[in-house]
Each structure stands twice: as structure tokens, then as C-alpha cells.
């Protein structure tokens, strides 16, 4: 199992990224994926989930409305789309697979996930 991560980068507030998360050696509908981020001496916090069946999706209250995750089946990918981006966004985000997840449901704990990509640094200026 490898997830590989691409995107990010820096953008000044109110711009956009978004965040793609390739990976190989399952299947989308095989896990639940989500999305954390970790800032500078900060705990590392669920941003948004996507269950195995696609059917179940979670968003920390503060990104909804401008975050929005996806998935293309085709390609084995997971992007998250990041609009109206704010100086508190910027951290270190990681995609996450995980493999216990009923497939009606997506854990937003970061302790419940398997396996990791590799992070990518968003930067948000004010």
C-alpha cells in the first residue's frame, strides 16, 4: 500500500490549491480516506473524510463550504479542493487510508488510519 501525495504549496488568502493523494495496492472501495493537516506545534487534526462507498463524507466545521473532497475512481486518486484559503489552513497535510472502516463510514481520529502519504506543506499569507 502507497499513498503519494502532490499539490500544496503557497497562495495568499483567499486563493486556492487543491491536494491530490495517489495511491496503489487497493482500491477505492476498499478503505476509507481522509485528509488531516498538522501546523507548528499543533496537534494533527481531521480535515474532511470520504467513506469506502463514497456514500459518507465529514468536514471539520471550520472548512466547510470551501473545502471539498473527492475521489476518481479511474485513476486511484483523492483530491481536496481548498477554496477561499486562510492564514489559519496553513499546516502539513496528509492523506490516510483506513482499513477498519465499516464501508459506510469514515473515521475522522487520525489514530484510526493505516496507512500514510507523505505530507505536503500548504502556506497561506495574509
Known amino acids: 500500500v502507497e499513498l503519494v501525495q502532490s499539490g500544496g504549496g503557497f497562495v495568499q488568502t483567499g486563493g486556492s490549491l487543491r491536494l491530490s493523494c495517489a495511491f496503489s495496492g487497493f482500491t477505492l472501495n476498499d478503505y476509507g480516506i481522509g485528509w488531516f493537516r498538522q501546523a507548528p506545534g499543533k496537534e494533527r487534526e481531521g480535515v474532511s473524510c470520504?467513506?469506502?462507498?463514497?456514500?459518507?463524507?465529514w468536514y471539520r466545521d471550520s472548512v466547510k463550504g470551501r473545502f471539498t473532497i473527492s475521489t476518481n475512481d479511474a485513476k486511484n486518486t483523492v483530491y481536496l479542493q481548498m477554496n477561499s484559503l486562510e492564514p489559519e489552513d496553513t499546516a502539513v497535510y496528509y492523506c490516510?487510508?483506513?482499513?477498519?472502516?465499516?464501508?459506510?463510514?469514515?473515521?475522522?481520529?487520525?489514530?484510526?488510519?493505516?496507512?500514510w502519504g507523505q505530507g505536503t506543506q500548504v502556506t497561506v499569507s495574509s
Open positions: 490516510a487510508a483506513d482499513t477498519g472502516a465499516p464501508d459506510d463510514y469514515c473515521n475522522t481520529i487520525w489514530n484510526a488510519y493505516d496507512y
Open positions: 470520504i467513506s469506502a462507498d463514497d456514500d459518507s463524507k
